[in-house]
Every structure is written in C-alpha cells, then in structure tokens.
C-alpha cells in the first residue's frame, strides 16, 4: 500500500468516525474548501445533490443531531489515486438505532464514492455520493451467476 493509498483510508475512516461520534469539528475539518474549480458535492442516499461546503456542512450537522446512534462496517473498499485526485468506494454496513428509539435497531447498506483531492493540509474530501443498496439484489445477483 502507498503511502498516499494509507493516507486516504485513513481521512476516509475519520468521516465515518466523525459520522458515528457526531463530531461536526472533525467533519469540518475532513471536507475541502470551495475553491475557483468548483464546489464540494454530497448525494445523502435519498437527497437531491447538495453543492458548497456551507450547505453540504449544514446536512450533515442537521444528521448528526437527529441520529442517536449509527456505526458503520466498510467492506469492499477501493482506492485509485491519479495524481491530486484520490476516488474511494465502498460498501457501508450500516447499524442504526430504530424508530422506536434506542431498544431496536435497523440495518442497511449503502454504496459510496468518496473523492479527495491533495490540498497543502492533507488529503480532504470534494465528494461524497451514496447510493442504497435494496435488499434481495445481492441474492439476484448471485442467481445469475
């Protein structure tokens, strides 16, 4: 592993953690600036796209005060570095407090593509885009093998 590949999985594990801890600081820190080449980007699984660090930072201060607990497993994860640009995808596994509060909880899974981009403070984030995985396509998929 790269010394760039080690550095991008280990800001892309601190978003999951600042996610899990509701940590806004961490997140802050973890996204890019807006800068002259465009604005950071974010599709929450369901959401329309959200563009600029101030409204994509305002999503997730607005999940992290409505989640009483969440903890993500990341599985399949894969990281391509092209120069200032690093792409990561994976799955997340994800375990959520329920509806009914902290006595039941709830599981999903979501793909995701992370984009980072170099900056002078380290690798950070310029995208972030997650998709629902429905439940059986694993076991369809699986079928047509």
């Keep these: 592993m790269s010394v760039d590949t080690a550095a991008v999985e280990t800001v892309n594990q601190a978003f999951y953690t600042a996610i899990e801890t509701?940590?806004?600081?961490?997140?802050?820190?973890?996204?890019?600036?807006?800068?002259?080449?465009?604005?950071?980007?974010?599709?929450?699984?369901?959401?329309?796209?959200?563009a600029g660090r101030a409204e994509v930072l305002r999503s997730w201060a607005l999940i992290m005060a409505n989640t009483t607990y969440i903890q993500f497993v990341l599985t399949d994860v894969k990281t391509s570095?092209?120069?200032?640009?690093?792409?990561?995808?994976?799955?997340?596994?994800?375990?959520?407090?329920?509806?009914?509060?902290?006595?039941?909880f709830a599981a999903g899974k979501v793909v995701a593509s992370n984009v980072y981009i170099r900056t002078p403070d380290g690798w950070r984030m310029w995208m972030h885009h997650g998709s629902p995985v429905l439940q059986g396509d694993e076991e369809e998929e699986e079928g047509e093998l």
């Excluded at 940590?23 to 959200?50: N, R, Y």
């Excluded at 570095?81 to 039941?104: K, W």
């Design 81 to 104: 570095i092209l120069g200032d640009v690093a792409v990561l995808t994976c799955v997340e596994n994800i375990l959520t407090a329920g509806d009914e509060g902290e006595a039941s």
């Design 22 to 50: 509701g940590d806004l600081d961490k997140m802050t820190e973890i996204w890019a600036e807006d800068t002259l080449q465009g604005q950071v980007t974010c599709v929450h699984p369901g959401w329309s796209l959200l």
